[in-house]
Every structure is written in structure tokens, then in C-alpha cells.
T-cell receptor, first 110, second 114 residues
Framework: GGIITQTPKFLIGQEGQKLTLKCQQN?????MYWYRQDSGKGLRLIYY???????QKGDLSEGYDASREKKSSFSLTVTSAQKNEMAVFLC?????????FGPGTRLTVL | GDSVTQTEGQVTVSESKSLIINCTYS????????LFWYVRYPGEGLQLLLK?????QKGSSRGFEATYNKEATSFHLQKASVQESDSAVYYC???????????FGSGTKLTVEP
């Protein structure tokens, strides 16, 4: 088995601030993902990466950067936090097809 | 594009009663998408419940079943007799021509009353 760790669990930022979320997986999966989930809605794909140093944009990539410097880690940067923004960011990894999810980072922007 | 629709945001069922959670899909990128049900139990992360990759086939797990109906473009989740421990949020999802990308429905929160 394996585990996906996301840090921090809770993130509070100020409007306009650059904020970074981190994800680590020990499944040795090739592909990793970042999703955003707003309250009462489904998951929307921000970025994914099929291997180290690869980045693929999802439908929601605007306003975000991502980095996959090694196979086990995938970070997401909110380039300029929007006031009153609240969402949960989920990281996932996959060998092929089925995705395994982390516990999430809850973002609040004041 | 590809998309998934779950019409019920919340469903409440009494313990031991039957359950159907509706899911319909639209797959323009591919004729036969892969279909999934994910579940998030209270306090836990999102996890795969079942998947079906062949039209006409049924997937099952933990007493839940879902049949891939290509004609109706549906993948409804069913259980004959629910338990309190089934209370969770259920998400239908599909992957199209790019198997790396999943499209999720908005989720259905199931509450099972004793």
C-alpha cells in the first residue's frame, strides 16, 4: 500500500498573495494530479503530470502554476489569491486509470 | 466535451431500504468511456468504489452495483439494502479519450437514517 500526504492541511492567505500547496506520494505512481473542489460541487482538474518535469493543463489552470521536480512530489502554486476564495485542493496519483486521493488542503483567503 | 451529471445533491434513505443514485454522462471524445464511482466517507479521503470499462457490464463492490448502459448513457449506483455505514458522498466520473483525465459529477450526499 501507499499514502498521499498533502501539506498544509489548512491554508489561510491574504488577497494577492502567492500560496504554495505540496503533495507527496509513496505509491511510486507515474501520474499525479491537482484538483479544486468548491463547496457542493465536483472536482475540477487544475494540472496533471505524467512523469517527472512534465506538466499538463487541466480545465482550471488559469491562476495556478505547478511543479513536478521529482516523481514522488507535485506542488501547486496559487499565483494571486482571490479575496473570499474558499476551496479544497485535492492531490491524486495514478498508475493508470484509477486515481488515489490525498486528504486535501482547505484554502481560505481573507 | 465530456461531462457527468448527478441530479440529486442529497438523498436520505432509511436503513435496510433500497437505493438508486442517478448518473448520466456525455462522452464526445470517445464512444466508450471508462466509468467510475468514487466515495468519500466522513473524515476520510476520496476513494474508488467501483469501475466498469466495458459497455453492458456491471461493476460491484461493498454491496453496491452499477451497470454501464451505453444506450441510456447512464451508470446509476444501486444497493438493495443500505446501512448507516453507507452514509457518504458518492461521485460518478468518467475518463474519455485521455485516460489520464477524469470528469466528475457534482456528488450525491447519502444519509442513511436508523
Amino acid at each position: 500500500g501507499g499514502i498521499i500526504t498533502q501539506t498544509p492541511k489548512f491554508l489561510i492567505g491574504q488577497e494577492g498573495q502567492k500560496l504554495t500547496l505540496k503533495c507527496q506520494q509513496n505509491f511510486n505512481h507515474d501520474t499525479m494530479y491537482w484538483y479544486r473542489q468548491d463547496s457542493g460541487k465536483g472536482l475540477r482538474l487544475i494540472y496533471y503530470s505524467i512523469t517527472e518535469n512534465d506538466l499538463q493543463k487541466g480545465d482550471l489552470s488559469e491562476g495556478y502554476d505547478a511543479s513536478r521536480e521529482k516523481k514522488s512530489s507535485f506542488s501547486l502554486t496559487v499565483t494571486s489569491a482571490q479575496k473570499n476564495e474558499m476551496a479544497v485542493f485535492l492531490c491524486a496519483s495514478s498508475p493508470r486509470g484509477e486515481q488515489y486521493f490525498g486528504p486535501g488542503t482547505r484554502l481560505t483567503v481573507l | 466535451g465530456d461531462s457527468v451529471t448527478q441530479t440529486e445533491g442529497q438523498v436520505t434513505v432509511s436503513e435496510s431500504k433500497s437505493l438508486i443514485i442517478n448518473c448520466t454522462y456525455s462522452a464526445t471524445s470517445i464512444g466508450y468511456p471508462n466509468l467510475f464511482w468514487y466515495v468519500r466517507y466522513p473524515g476520510e479521503g476520496l476513494q474508488l468504489l467501483l469501475k466498469v470499462i466495458t459497455a453492458g457490464q456491471k461493476g460491484s463492490s461493498r454491496g453496491f452495483e452499477a451497470t454501464y448502459n451505453k444506450e441510456a448513457t447512464s451508470f446509476h449506483l444501486q444497493k438493495a439494502s443500505v446501512q448507516e455505514s453507507d452514509s457518504a458522498v458518492y461521485y460518478c466520473a468518467l475518463s474519455g479519450s485521455n485516460y489520464n483525465v477524469l470528469y466528475f459529477g457534482s456528488g450525491t450526499k447519502l444519509t442513511v437514517e436508523p
